[in-house]
Nanobody
């Protein structure tokens, strides 16, 4: 069982930066592939970024590639999402997700592949 708690959301002006954190409980965090998803008002939840449990592999949706960076610290049971050059269209509730991965390099892009979810943190980008 893995429990996830996101933090770091808030209100920021366009062009600004935020860093989201997702703290995980459980002894097997280091064997979990992690992902960030987001849901904007009136839209479906979408994939943002993913990282393997080794930290060696990452993936991003096209709209954030080059602006967002996903990383993890297995010693602190925490995954991060550094968001730079924020745009109003990045406004959404951001969710952290986790799943056990049999191979250290594997990453996952779809919601159905993740077993554990946080409650979400609101990110609002003003124009």
């Amino acid at each position: 069982q893995v429990q996830l708690l996101e933090s770091g959301g808030g209100l920021v002006q366009a062009g600004g930066s935020l860093r989201l954190s997702c703290a995980a409980s459980g002894r097997t965090f280091s064997s979990c592939a992690m992902g960030w998803f987001r849901q904007a008002p009136g839209k479906e939840r979408e994939f943002v970024a993913a990282i393997s449990w080794s930290g060696g592999n990452t993936d991003y949706t096209d709209s954030v590639n080059g602006r967002f960076i996903i990383s993890r610290d297995n010693a602190k049971n925490t995954v991060y999402l550094q968001m730079n050059s924020l745009k109003p269209e990045d406004t959404a509730v951001y969710y952290c997700a986790a799943r056990y991965a049999p191979i250290s390099s594997w990453i996952y892009r779809t919601q159905v592949e993740y077993a554990y979810w946080g409650q979400g943190t609101q990110v609002t980008v003003s124009s």
